[in-house]
């Protein structure tokens, strides 16, 4: 007696009691699991691409506050020597 498979469509037992095994569907099967990790991947890139874009404007919105501060710290010294 055959153990179940992993995948039991992928065998069947011909008229003569032998088990067959269908390549044919394990192919089906992986061509299928490489297409869903492509979209996974390709949804993984935009969400890179995203994110990088908001560390950039981060960057740049991080620095401008930075500057600012500078301007005040400078100010703020400027009148505290008056």
Known sequence: MLSTPLAPYTISQSDDGYY??????????TINAIKEQQTQIESQQ?????????????????ESI?????NIISRLEKLEQK
Do not use: P
């Open 66 to 70: 930075k500057k600012q501060n500078e």
């Open 46 to 62: 935009k969400q890179i691409r995203d994110f990088k874009a908001e560390n950039d404007a981060l960057k740049q919105e991080n």
């Open 20 to 29: 067959k095994w269908d390549s044919s569907a394990v192919t089906y099967a």
